[in-house]
């Protein structure tokens, strides 16, 4: 499975950043697979923000749970995320990746996102 992310590079603050991910090789429907949005802000470690699920079960960090939606297009074989009201805190390098059935993951390369006016 190959995934690849795609959005803009700048968002301004207040802002709604909105990412996607292209997936090839394998189905977004596929049983038991779950589909994540992680990210990496400057200097710190990896931050799962949340996923949607083969059935489209979504579920989210705690902390970011209000500001953060995941969907999918299935037609498309493409899954989204959307983070309102940004600010520059949330300048990260933002990853898409999937969780196998067995437990391995797979990672998109990542897409910087700064948040600046």
């Known amino acids: 499975v190959q995934l690849q992310e795609s959005g803009p590079g700048l968002v301004k603050p207040s802002q709604t950043l909105s990412l996607t991910c292209t997936v090839s090789?394998?189905?977004?429907?596929?049983?038991?697979?779950?589909w994540s949005w992680i990210r990496q802000p400057p200097g710190k470690g990896l931050e799962w923000m949340g996923h949607i699920s083969y059935s489209g079960t979504t579920y989210y960090s705690p902390s970011l749970k209000t500001r953060t939606s995941i969907s999918r297009d299935t037609s498309k074989n493409q899954f989204n995320l959307q983070l309102r009201s940004v600010s520059p805190e949330d300048t990260a390098v933002y990853y898409c990746a999937v969780k196998h059935r067995t437990g391995a993951w797979s990672w998109g390369q990542g897409t910087q996102v700064t948040v600046s006016s």
């Open positions: 090789g394998g189905s977004i429907t596929t049983s038991d697979y779950y």
